[in-house]
């Protein structure tokens, strides 16, 4: 079992960036492979970037790539998000995720691939 707690998002103008941080409760957080994904209003749950169970394999969403960057911590149990340039279409409820994987070098793009969930931080970017 693992609990996944996100930090707190908050409201950011358009251009600025913003770290997001989930801190993975027990000892075996380098057992998981860790995502983040996204939900604005009104649209579906999309998928933000992956990283594998070392951190040494990573991947983000095409339209994100070189704006957005996953990285961890495993000695903190924490795994990060850094968003830049921050657009207004950025706004959205963002999740960390959490699948037990095999494969120190496997990453995830699918929700439905993994097992547990934050609650959840909201991010505004205003224009």
């Known amino acids: 079992q693992v609990q996944l707690v996100e930090s707190r998002g908050g409201l950011v103008q358009a251009g600025g960036s913003l770290r997001l941080s989930c801190a993975a409760s027990?000892?075996?957080?380098?057992?998981?492979?860790m995502g983040w994904f996204r939900q604005a209003a009104g649209k579906e749950r999309e998928f933000v970037a992956a990283i594998s169970r070392s951190g040494g394999t990573t991947y983000c969403a095409p339209s994100l790539k070189g704006r957005f960057t996953i990285s961890r911590d495993n000695g903190k149990n924490t795994v990060y998000l850094q968003m830049n340039s921050l657009k207004p279409e950025d706004s959205a409820v963002y999740y960390c995720?959490?699948?037990?994987?095999?494969?120190?070098?496997?990453?995830?793009?699918?929700?439905?691939?993994?097992?547990?969930w934050g609650q959840g931080t909201p991010v505004t970017v205003s224009s």
């Open positions: 027990g000892r075996t957080f380098s057992m998981y492979a």
């Open positions: 995720a959490a699948k037990m994987a095999t494969y120190l070098s496997g990453y995830y793009s699918g929700g439905h691939e993994y097992d547990y």
